[in-house]
Nanobody, 118 residues
Framework: QVQLVESGGGLVQAGGSLRLSCVAS????????MGWYRQAPGKQRELVAS???????NYADLAKGRFTISRDNAKNTVYLQMNSLKAEDTAHYYC????????????WGQGTQVTVSS
C-alpha cells in the first residue's frame, strides 16, 4: 500500500504563489509517475502536471508557464510551485502516484484546498 499526504494549500490573492508538497510512503516502485490533479466544484478532476521518476515532466495547458512540478526521489516527495495564480485556479488539488511503467496501480491523496481570491 501507498499513502500520499499533501500540504501547502491555502488562501492567496490573485497573482500570488503557493507551493504544494506531497509525501509518499509505503511500497513505492522505483519506476513511477507522480502528479497533481485538481477538481473545482461542479467540474471533473483534471491533470495539472506530472513527473516521472526519471524527471520527465508533462504539463496541462492550464499550467504551462505558471506552474512547475519537481520531485525529490530520496524523499519520495513531489512539489508543485504555482505562480501567477488566478481565481480560476481555485480547486482541491490532489496528489497521484502511478506505479510502474504501465501505471498498473494508482493511489490518491486526500487533497489540499487552494483558494485564490480576486
Amino acid at each position: 500500500q501507498v499513502q500520499l499526504v499533501e500540504s501547502g494549500g491555502g488562501l492567496v490573492q490573485a497573482g500570488g504563489s503557493l507551493r504544494l508538497s506531497c509525501v509518499a510512503s509505503g511500497m513505492i516502485f522505483n519506476i513511477n509517475t507522480m502528479g497533481w490533479y485538481r477538481q473545482a466544484p461542479g467540474k471533473q478532476r483534471e491533470l495539472v502536471a506530472s513527473i516521472t521518476s526519471r524527471g520527465t515532466t508533462n504539463y496541462a495547458d492550464l499550467a504551462k508557464g505558471r506552474f512547475t512540478i519537481s520531485r525529490d526521489n530520496a524523499k519520495n516527495t513531489v512539489y508543485l510551485q504555482m505562480n501567477s495564480l488566478k481565481a480560476e485556479d481555485t480547486a482541491h488539488y490532489y496528489c497521484n502516484l502511478a506505479q510502474g511503467i504501465l501505471a498498473t496501480k494508482e493511489y490518491w491523496g486526500q487533497g489540499t484546498q487552494v483558494t485564490v481570491s480576486s
